[in-house]
Protein backbone atom coordinates (compact mmCIF):
# COMPACT_ATOMS: atom_id res chain seq x y z
CA UNK A 1 0.00 0.00 0.00
CA UNK A 2 1.45 3.36 -0.92
CA UNK A 3 1.21 6.10 0.78
CA UNK A 4 -0.32 8.15 -2.33
CA UNK A 5 -3.28 5.36 -2.15
CA UNK A 6 -3.95 6.62 1.77
CA UNK A 7 -4.06 9.82 0.94
CA UNK A 8 -6.53 9.39 -2.08
CA UNK A 9 -8.48 7.60 0.50
CA UNK A 10 -8.57 10.31 3.04
CA UNK A 11 -9.30 13.37 0.46
CA UNK A 12 -11.97 11.07 -0.57
CA UNK A 13 -13.36 10.59 2.51
CA UNK A 14 -13.26 14.43 3.54
CA UNK A 15 -15.19 14.71 -0.14
CA UNK A 16 -17.62 12.18 0.84
CA UNK A 17 -18.82 14.11 3.98
CA UNK A 18 -19.88 17.39 1.68
CA UNK A 19 -21.15 15.60 -0.81
CA UNK A 20 -23.35 13.09 1.79
CA UNK A 21 -24.36 16.81 3.64
CA UNK A 22 -25.26 18.35 0.09
CA UNK A 23 -27.70 15.03 -0.87
CA UNK A 24 -29.30 15.72 2.30
CA UNK A 25 -30.00 19.77 1.58
CA UNK A 26 -31.25 18.51 -1.62
CA UNK A 27 -33.50 15.91 -0.81
CA UNK A 28 -35.27 18.39 1.52
CA UNK A 29 -35.22 20.89 -0.90
CA UNK A 30 -37.04 18.88 -3.36
CA UNK A 31 -39.58 17.46 -0.59
CA UNK A 32 -40.00 21.77 -0.20
CA UNK A 33 -40.88 22.42 -3.93
CA UNK A 34 -42.57 19.41 -4.31
CA UNK A 35 -44.92 19.48 -1.97
CA UNK A 36 -48.51 19.65 -2.75
CA UNK A 37 -48.28 19.21 -6.72
CA UNK A 38 -50.00 15.83 -7.53
CA UNK A 39 -47.50 15.60 -10.81
CA UNK A 40 -44.49 14.84 -8.74
CA UNK A 41 -46.43 11.75 -6.46
CA UNK A 42 -48.24 10.52 -10.06
CA UNK A 43 -47.10 7.19 -12.34
CA UNK A 44 -44.40 9.32 -14.97
CA UNK A 45 -41.60 10.73 -15.24
CA UNK A 46 -41.65 13.08 -12.34
CA UNK A 47 -43.09 10.62 -9.95
CA UNK A 48 -40.77 8.38 -11.00
CA UNK A 49 -37.69 10.60 -10.72
CA UNK A 50 -37.86 10.47 -6.32
CA UNK A 51 -37.90 6.78 -6.85
CA UNK A 52 -34.54 6.88 -8.45
CA UNK A 53 -33.06 9.76 -6.41
CA UNK A 54 -33.97 8.35 -3.16
CA UNK A 55 -32.36 4.42 -4.29
CA UNK A 56 -29.27 6.14 -5.48
CA UNK A 57 -28.77 7.43 -2.04
CA UNK A 58 -29.81 4.56 -0.02
CA UNK A 59 -27.28 2.83 -2.32
CA UNK A 60 -24.60 5.15 -1.57
CA UNK A 61 -25.55 5.27 1.81
CA UNK A 62 -25.43 0.71 2.44
CA UNK A 63 -22.23 0.53 0.47
CA UNK A 64 -20.28 3.97 1.40
CA UNK A 65 -20.09 4.78 -2.31
CA UNK A 66 -17.10 4.25 -4.66
CA UNK A 67 -18.15 1.69 -6.88
CA UNK A 68 -15.68 1.78 -9.40
CA UNK A 69 -12.74 2.39 -7.30
CA UNK A 70 -10.46 -0.28 -6.58
CA UNK A 71 -11.02 -3.06 -4.05
CA UNK A 72 -7.83 -1.45 -1.66
CA UNK A 73 -9.68 2.07 -2.05
CA UNK A 74 -12.60 0.73 -1.19
CA UNK A 75 -11.14 -0.93 1.64
CA UNK A 76 -9.19 2.14 2.88
CA UNK A 77 -12.87 3.64 2.67
CA UNK A 78 -15.02 1.60 4.75
CA UNK A 79 -12.52 0.78 7.25
CA UNK A 80 -13.55 -0.23 10.89
CA UNK A 81 -14.46 3.35 12.14
CA UNK A 82 -16.65 4.15 9.07
CA UNK A 83 -18.64 0.66 9.34
CA UNK A 84 -19.42 1.80 12.97
CA UNK A 85 -20.38 5.37 11.84
CA UNK A 86 -22.46 4.29 8.79
CA UNK A 87 -24.02 1.75 11.44
CA UNK A 88 -25.04 4.39 14.23
CA UNK A 89 -26.19 6.98 11.12
CA UNK A 90 -28.88 4.29 9.94
CA UNK A 91 -29.79 3.63 13.27
CA UNK A 92 -30.67 7.00 13.56
CA UNK A 93 -32.58 7.38 9.90
CA UNK A 94 -34.63 4.34 11.31
CA UNK A 95 -35.10 6.56 14.84
CA UNK A 96 -36.33 10.16 12.65
CA UNK A 97 -38.42 7.81 10.32
CA UNK A 98 -40.42 6.55 13.47
CA UNK A 99 -40.59 10.42 14.62
CA UNK A 100 -41.73 11.75 10.92
CA UNK A 101 -44.21 9.15 10.44
CA UNK A 102 -45.85 10.29 13.78
CA UNK A 103 -45.38 13.53 13.17
CA UNK A 104 -47.60 13.52 9.73
CA UNK A 105 -50.25 11.56 10.88
CA UNK A 106 -50.83 13.52 13.42
CA UNK A 107 -49.80 16.87 11.29
CA UNK A 108 -53.19 15.39 9.12
CA UNK A 109 -55.63 15.59 11.75
CA UNK A 110 -55.54 19.38 11.33
CA UNK A 111 -53.97 19.82 7.55
CA UNK A 112 -54.73 17.36 4.77
CA UNK A 113 -51.46 15.77 3.67
CA UNK A 114 -51.60 13.55 0.55
CA UNK A 115 -50.33 9.97 0.95
CA UNK A 116 -47.59 11.60 -1.97
CA UNK A 117 -46.31 13.74 -0.01
CA UNK A 118 -46.79 11.88 3.21
CA UNK A 119 -43.93 9.66 1.97
CA UNK A 120 -41.62 11.92 0.34
CA UNK A 121 -41.52 14.10 3.91
CA UNK A 122 -40.74 10.50 6.01
CA UNK A 123 -38.56 9.02 3.35
CA UNK A 124 -36.52 12.35 2.47
CA UNK A 125 -36.37 13.15 6.31
CA UNK A 126 -35.29 9.95 7.21
CA UNK A 127 -32.93 9.93 4.52
CA UNK A 128 -31.64 13.15 5.12
CA UNK A 129 -31.37 12.60 9.03
CA UNK A 130 -29.11 9.59 8.10
CA UNK A 131 -27.04 11.21 5.70
CA UNK A 132 -26.52 14.29 7.60
CA UNK A 133 -25.70 12.03 10.98
CA UNK A 134 -23.48 10.13 8.67
CA UNK A 135 -21.55 12.86 7.49
CA UNK A 136 -20.91 14.63 10.91
CA UNK A 137 -19.66 11.40 12.52
CA UNK A 138 -16.77 10.75 9.78
CA UNK A 139 -16.13 15.02 9.91
CA UNK A 140 -15.90 14.80 13.39
CA UNK A 141 -13.82 11.71 13.67
CA UNK A 142 -11.37 12.27 10.78
Known amino acids: MTMTEVE???R???GGVYIKALAAAVLLLNVWLQYGDAEYSAAGPRGGSWLVLIGLW???LWTGGGFMLSRRLRSLLNDELSLQNRSRA???G???ALALAMLVYV???YVPVATG???KIVSAGALSAALLCYAWLEWRWR
Open 107 to 109: ANW
Open 58 to 60: VVV
Open 12 to 14: MSR
Open 8 to 10: RAD
Open 117 to 119: DAM
Open 94 to 96: FYA
Open 90 to 92: LAF
